[in-house]
């Protein structure tokens, strides 16, 4: 297939971080026209600005739309040698948006590599499934009275069980392009990369918990206070560098602004976008919610989960979600003069690890290569018209 343009559909702005991992620098050093189309109008884009550093690139990368009907414009203008990558939830995207992919000549599908284990399938009641059915439903019932692609053209993804739940999907007409997880793309990246510290620790994945930006951006209230947050953390952090002898060590969360305030964690080292290396050479990690905790079952890393009472209920079950995918419950390190047993927070097991990978991380028939260089190497081999 000789492409002309790959256009990534995405919701948040663009910052140097998705570059990367969304395979745009790599596309752009094989000599491939990229565009990217923000639509973050759908998610108060002017707020996304405020609180967001966004990568600006030189030249006409980067569109930004307004509103819906100028995006349907320019999707009705795509050609046949066009490729589409959605960067968002297939539910995200309203119908007349999906309407007008449909009878565009573009190829177009769904990213959707994952992240971390889909908390959201852990939360459906009876009422959400049923509004899901009735959603699909709707989708094909007006894609066949209307004679558009019922199903997607395309699905790039990790494994089977990373494929969207909600989206029209046919295994006979929609290409599954299966990679992996973006996580295994850096432990690919990172196999012969030199240590970043010379000496035993303990990694503490941070998720920036108290000052996440998305709070603000959604409008949300704050999970919990940081005066409530920190100074547990750092006794438990006290206490676990007591027993064991070796500092806990600060992977710093991607969104962070620890340079911009007082070190929160009483000095300990804090460390930004080298998660992966630090995790592998760790002796093991402490952990809440971080979407890095894939890099423990990818290392093999003893994982505990750490649990403050004080936390709101919500992001409380998001962590016993995640602890119970690696046979974990989660400590509750808010409890005084709780006594822990060290032997059974750090067993791991095998049948979870091994479980979550494969539904998760990695399918056992994937290539052992970068994402995007197995989605452009399927690009070239594709006939489509």
């Not at 790599?26 to 491939?32: C, G």
């Not at 206070?225 to 002898?245: D, S, T």
């Not at 340079?259 to 080292?269: A, C, I, T």
Request: hydrophobic letters at 35%.
């Amino acid at each position: 297939m000789t492409i002309r343009n790959i256009i990534y559909i995405v919701e948040n702005p663009p910052d140097q971080r998705d570059f990367e991992r969304f395979g745009i620098n790599y596309l752009l050093e094989q000599k491939e026209e990229i565009k990217i189309w923000d639509i973050s109008f759908i998610k108060r884009g002017d707020i996304f600005d405020t609180f967001y550093q966004v990568e600006k690139k030189e030249g006409k990368i980067i569109r930004k739309f307004k509103e819906e009907q100028e995006l349907v414009e320019a999707i009705q203008k795509l050609g046949s040698k066009d490729v589409v990558v959605i960067v968002l939830p297939y539910s995200s995207l309203r119908k007349e948006i999906w309407d007008a992919l449909s009878f565009s000549k573009a190829y177009y599908g769904l990213l959707n590599n994952g992240g971390l284990c889909p908390m959201e399938y852990f939360h459906w009641n009876l009422i959400r499934l049923l509004r899901l059915v009735r959603h699909v439903k709707k989708f094909l019932k007006n894609r066949v009275k209307t004679k558009g692609k019922i199903f997607l053209p395309f699905v790039l993804t990790g494994t089977r069980h990373t494929l969207p739940k909600d989206a029209p999907i046919n295994i006979r007409k929609t290409d599954i392009i299966y990679s992996h997880n973006f996580d295994y793309d850096i432990y690919l990246k990172n196999i012969n990369k030199k240590p970043v510290l010379q000496y035993k620790y303990i990694l503490f994945l941070d998720c920036f918990l108290p000052h996440h930006p998305d709070y603000n951006i959604l409008k949300r209230e704050k999970p919990v206070e940081p005066e409530e947050y920190y100074p547990h953390l750092n006794l438990f952090f006290q206490k676990v560098e007591k027993h064991f002898g070796f500092p806990v060590v600060i992977a710093a969360h991607p969104r962070s602004y620890y340079e911009k305030m007082e070190n929160p964690f009483e000095g300990r080292l804090i460390l930004r976008k080298e998660t992966a290396v630090l995790v592998r050479d760790s002796e093991f990690v402490l952990s809440q919610m971080s979407f890095s905790s894939n890099f423990a079952n990818i290392y093999h890393k003893s994982v505990i989960f750490v649990d403050i009472g004080s936390i709101r209920n919500r992001e409380r079950r998001q962590i016993g979600v995640q602890a119970s995918w690696f046979g974990k419950s989660p400590l509750d390190i808010g409890k005084k003069n709780k006594t822990i047993n060290w032997l059974k927070e750090l067993k791991i097991s095998e049948r979870h690890y091994r479980e979550y990978k494969e539904k998760y991380i990695k399918t056992a028939h994937s290539l052992e290569k970068n994402t995007w260089v197995i989605f452009h190497e399927f690009l070239k081999n594709l006939r489509w018209s």
